[in-house]
């Protein structure tokens, strides 16, 4: 879409340019500048197959800021003045000071090669070529041509009218696919830059679409229709290249344990516990770091599973989990916990053994709390323990244990 050209000439005169002499030579910038760097250089950004009305950015090196310097091309509609920049990182040139310019296409311009001169001090300094092509008619695009989008997959949309007589400068699309209406907008530091008509957006798939064809229609401001497009989604089943079916659980361990004790048969559980349910995936799908949950008839709720980021997890599959609370009271017994994960496409269940209520301080311990529990010790007396209760040979301590509460 856009390439850069440059042409290294001579001026004759010694106070327009910066540096001395060189032989003129112009030749295509991606194979590199021949010749004495002190020349006048000329740099075109989109000087090829431009459309009526594109943008070209013109960069011109090796003259003097005071000069005055100007371009004329009949591409344009009129002559264009160079202006200087002190910064060129900011510029997005480099090179050291310049002299900048990004001028448009006539709308009147036809198809052919055309010369573009660079004017200073009442003489040309160095010369260059612009391509034009026909223009064409206005395109609204939904993604690739032909394309089946998954769940939770981004496409990109955009709408280029760069046509003479095209107006407006607000669009949006809507569909039963999207919760709401999408505006489209010009970014003129993205990679369209030299378009200065085409709108586009970034849209997400939402993660639960069904499989099918929705309408996207495009509108102009105040409601005006005016395209419309098909787009097919599809979940990817047995046989499809991008299927995946490579997670692993869930398994369980206990809260207080580590995820590399977890067992994915025979880990048991107490009515009114905690457990933690862990799933494993070697290729996740994107987004689903925040859409992964464990539900079970044990549970209280559907329990989140949280990606682990912790060095623990570092070389292995990417592993998520969460503490899930057993319902208080439940019949000890086999209770299945299931994960869906990849859009629907991977479903599993594991068993997890639930034994008889919990006693103690443990029934009461909610879910997500590590810190201390209370639990009653009573002992019989010893040294260096202060006397709670007088009279009598026992004694009673509160003692705060973290993470396990024992009753004695």
């Excluded at 025979?266 to 464990?294: F, I, K, Q, S």
């Amino acid at each position: 879409m856009n390439w850069t050209r440059t042409a290294v000439a001579v001026v004759g005169t010694g106070t327009l340019w910066l540096g001395g002499s060189a032989v003129a030579v112009a030749q295509d910038g991606h194979r590199g500048t021949r010749g004495d760097p002190g020349g006048v250089q000329v740099l075109l950004n989109g000087a090829f197959d431009n459309r009526p009305g594109e943008l070209i950015d013109i960069d011109v090196r090796g003259l003097r800021a005071a000069s005055g310097a100007t371009v004329t091309s009949p591409v344009f509609d009129r002559r264009v003045r160079l202006d200087p920049y002190e910064d060129p990182g900011a510029a997005g040139r480099g090179g050291g000071p310049g002299l900048h310019a990004r001028p448009a296409v006539s709308t009147r311009a036809r198809p052919g090669t055309y010369p573009l001169r660079v004017h200073a001090g009442g003489r040309v300094v160095a010369e260059e070529q612009v391509e034009i092509r026909a223009a064409r008619r206005p395109e609204f695009r939904v993604g690739a041509k032909d394309d089946v989008l998954r769940p939770g997959e981004q496409l990109g949309v955009s709408y280029d009218d760069l046509y003479p007589g095209e107006t407006g400068d607000s669009f949006a699309i809507a569909s039963p696919l999207l919760p709401a209406a999408i505006p489209l907008v010009h970014d003129p530091r993205g990679i369209h830059w030299n378009n200065p008509r085409m709108f586009t957006a970034l849209v997400s798939v939402p993660p639960d679409a069904k499989d099918g064809t929705y309408k996207v229609t495009l509108t102009a401001g105040g409601g005006r229709r005016v395209g419309e497009k098909p787009l097919v989604v599809r979940a990817a089943r047995p046989g499809d290249g991008d299927y995946v079916g490579r997670a692993r659980g869930p398994a369980f361990f206990s809260f207080e344990g580590r995820p590399e004790t977890a067992r994915a048969y025979g880990h048991r559980v107490p009515a009114g516990g905690t457990v933690n349910v862990l799933w494993r995936d070697a290729a996740p799908d994107p987004g689903e770091d925040d859409r992964l949950t464990a539900t079970s008839p044990a549970f209280e709720r559907p329990v989140p599973l949280r990606r682990d980021d912790s060095k623990a997890s570092d070389g292995d599959d990417p592993r998520y989990y969460g503490p899930a609370r057993v319902r208080v009271g439940l019949e000890p017994g086999r209770y299945p916990v299931t994960v869906i994960s990849h859009h629907g496409r991977v479903k599993r269940t594991g068993i997890l053994q639930i034994t008889g209520r919990a006693v103690g301080a443990l029934a009461a311990k909610a879910v997500g709390d590590d810190g201390p529990d209370p639990a009653l010790i009573v002992a019989g007396t010893g040294a260096g323990l202060a006397v709670l209760a007088a009279g009598t040979g026992a004694v009673v301590l509160l003692v705060r244990r973290r993470g396990r509460a024992t009753a004695h």
